[in-house]
């Protein structure tokens, strides 16, 4: 019985969602925008040999380590994963969202981008207040190199029994190594990463407030699953705000899984109900799949 259930997990998508989409190389026409899915909300763009990171969540602890033990990034995995970095920006400061933000930016001397929950994980870490950028909804736009970043204010989606899971702030420093609970949901943003090809919209949790999407455009959208189930109406209220040209579901994976694990669904996830969904919508915007570190031009 258990091995069936964790069966039905075992994700199977139509192969020609790949259509467009490298596995593990970056695309060779530098003039574009490129995208590579990390896994969970994770996303590098690059745009004229900057490369900007979103949400990164490369150290991908076992379930073991996560509800026994503390955690922190994990260095050796990172440096295998990111090979150069000008900016990091997180939505919000859940482990699995902005755990890998303060490492990858003392590696590479970087911003991080975030609310205040994050910046104070990242001060715990040891950045200094020079690599430290409030990032606020509906607040002043930042340049960094070719891209500029801005941000839109959100809500996180109910998981379980219709609770956020760690909810509350952090409101003071943060040291690693620590539980996963001790990173809190903090505030919750949408980030929108303009560059001189593309407007691209990260949406890291399957939640939104309306209002806010009011006038706001997006080519790409780069889309949450899980708890999409929980908020009525996500992906027709996504995409009448914002009409894109391209979604790119996200946060659908296993993040327990190594990044070199074969890819499986979150169990309660539904990828193909998401799926499903943005293609019965009257705009029927292209959709695309990545493969786990799977690269896609823009």
């Known amino acids: 019985m258990g091995s069936r259930w964790w069966r039905r997990w075992t994700m199977s998508i139509d192969p020609q969602l790949y259509h ?12 574009a925008t490129r995208l590579q899915w990390l896994g969970t909300a994770g996303f590098r763009i690059v745009h004229d ?10 150290s991908r602890h076992s379930p073991r380590q996560l509800l026994t033990g503390a955690i922190a990034p994990e260095l050796a995995k990172i440096v ?3 090979d150069a970095a000008h900016g990091v920006a997180v939505g919000h400061s859940h482990f699995d969202h902005a755990l ?23 001060r715990g870490y040891g950045l200094p207040e020079s690599q430290l950028r409030l990032l606020q909804g509906n607040g002043p736009a930042h340049q960094v190199g070719p891209f500029t970043l801005s941000a839109i204010p959100s809500l996180h989606s109910p998981l379980f029994a219709g609770q956020i899971p760690f909810p509350g702030r952090i409101e003071r420093p943060l040291t690693a ?10 505030e919750t943003l949408v980030i929108k ?17 309306d209002a806010e999407l009011q006038g ?7 889309a949450c699953t899980i708890g999409r189930h929980a908020t009525p109406g996500f992906v027709p209220r996504l995409l009448d705000a914002l009409r894109p040209k391209l979604v790119i579901p996200c946060h659908w994976d296993q993040f327990w899984r190594p990044l070199t694990a074969p890819v499986r669904q979150i169990p309660g996830n539904d990828l193909q109900g998401f799926i499903d969904e943005v293609r019965r919508h009257p705009t029927a915007p292209e959709l695309r799949v990545l493969p786990l570190l799977g690269w896609t031009s823009l």
């Open 20 to 31: 467009g989409c490298l596995p593990s190389t970056l695309p060779i026409d530098a003039a």
């Open 80 to 82: 295998e994963h990111v």
């Open 100 to 122: 890998d933000a303060p490492a990858i930016a003392q590696l590479h001397g970087c911003p991080v981008f975030g609310s205040e929950d994050t910046l104070n994980w990242c």
């Open 49 to 58: 040999d900057k490369h900007f990171w979103l949400d990164p969540h490369l």
């Open 193 to 209: 990463l303009q560059t001189p090809r593309v407007s691209i919209l990260h949406v890291g949790s399957a939640a939104l407030i």
């Open 216 to 222: 706001v455009q997006a080519d790409v959208v780069l």
């Open 177 to 186: 190594p620590a539980p996963m609970r001790n990173w809190r949901v903090g």
